[in-house]
């Protein structure tokens, strides 16, 4: 199942040296823990600067984004096998 979408979710984060690293998320009432941050890049929209994570647990993978200005976190992509 593949799925696009704009729900907001809570991530707990790491942070290393300059680097954020999503650990958890949390999507309604399911909670996901994150054991790989596959990819990491950077756009604008507008004058906001925006970050898209994509990560993966055991079973699913998760596109996630990151609004610096309000750092509200969303997630815009799911694809669970």
Known sequence: MHEFMNDPVDVSVDFTG????PKRVRWGTKVYDIDKVNLVHGAREGQKRIFYFSVSDAANFMKLKLDTETLEW???EVYAP
């Open 74 to 76: 969303r997630l815009v």
């Open 18 to 21: 300059r680097r954020i690293k």
